[in-house]
């Protein structure tokens, strides 16, 4: 059973755009939630991270919103560049807050984001 | 150098065959991982270590083993490689209390024929 879903394999958008990537999550123990990037050949880089306690956390282009009642989050790139082309990963961990660490992360298959110049 | 190294980067190997793929890190995180993307399947675990004591396996274990050789050295076995485990390879470490969650490797390519 999945417990971290990108349900949109692929996504397209112009440069100069905003890119908007969707998670969404079943297990209600997460707390803590992280977006990685990946470039091919290379291994998947931290982007931006969200506690639960928060529901919006901003970093220069890059934006993630956390809609807890609805166990969403969404990843939006504004603006859009031809470099941030690459997969999406959306991650989620539980008891981040309470034992003041992580466990293992959760992973979704990943989001396919290719920016046209 | 690269906090996370594995090697090697890229194998074609026979099926039947043992071969293993190799991880180290400078980063001193006690946890350390190894996970299998597949196009459409995303990252998936295959085993991981909280430290050289501890070994666990992942969602996907069956046909793989490893060893924790030290706190820096994880190693991925598998016994006799089948074309289905055909994938990209990535080793990841971890602090308990890092806000950033994992470290990956570059990946190693390893292609069964």
């Known amino acids: 059973d999945q417990q971290v879903k990108q349900n949109s394999p692929s996504l397209s958008v112009q440069e100069g755009r905003i890119s908007i990537l969707n998670c969404d999550y079943t297990?209600?123990?997460?707390?803590?939630f992280l977006w990685y990037k990946k470039y091919p050949a290379e291994g998947p880089t931290f982007l931006i991270s969200?506690?639960?306690?928060?529901d919006k956390n901003e970093d220069g282009r890059f934006t993630v919103f956390l809609n807890k009642s609805a166990k969403h989050l969404s990843l939006h790139i504004v603006p859009s560049q031809p470099g941030d082309s690459a997969v999406y990963f959306c991650?989620?961990?539980?008891?981040?807050?309470?034992?003041?660490?992580?466990?293992?992360?959760?992973f979704g298959k990943g989001t396919k984001l290719t920016v046209n110049p | 150098d690269a906090d996370v190294t594995q090697t090697p980067r890229n194998r074609i190997t026979k099926t039947g065959k043992r071969i293993m793929l190799e991880c180290s890190q400078t980063?001193?995180?006690?946890?350390m991982y190894w996970y299998r993307q597949d196009p459409g399947l995303g990252l998936r675990l295959i085993y991981y270590?909280?430290?050289?004591?501890?070994?666990n396996k992942g969602e996907i274990s069956d046909g793989y083993s490893v060893s924790r050789q030290a706190q820096a050295k994880f190693s991925l076995s598998l016994e006799s490689a089948i074309p289905n485990q055909t994938a990209l390879y990535f080793c990841?470490?971890?602090?308990?209390?890092?806000?950033?969650?994992?470290?990956f490797g570059s990946g190693t390519r390893l292609t069964v024929v």
């Open positions: 270590s909280f430290d050289v004591k501890d070994i």
């Open positions: 990841a470490t971890s602090d308990f209390k890092g806000r950033d969650g994992y470290t």
């Open positions: 980063k001193g995180h006690d946890r």
């Open positions: 991650a989620a961990t539980s008891h981040f807050i309470t034992q003041g660490g992580s466990e293992k992360l959760v």
């Open positions: 297990n209600s123990m997460f707390d803590y």
């Open positions: 969200i506690s639960s306690i928060k």
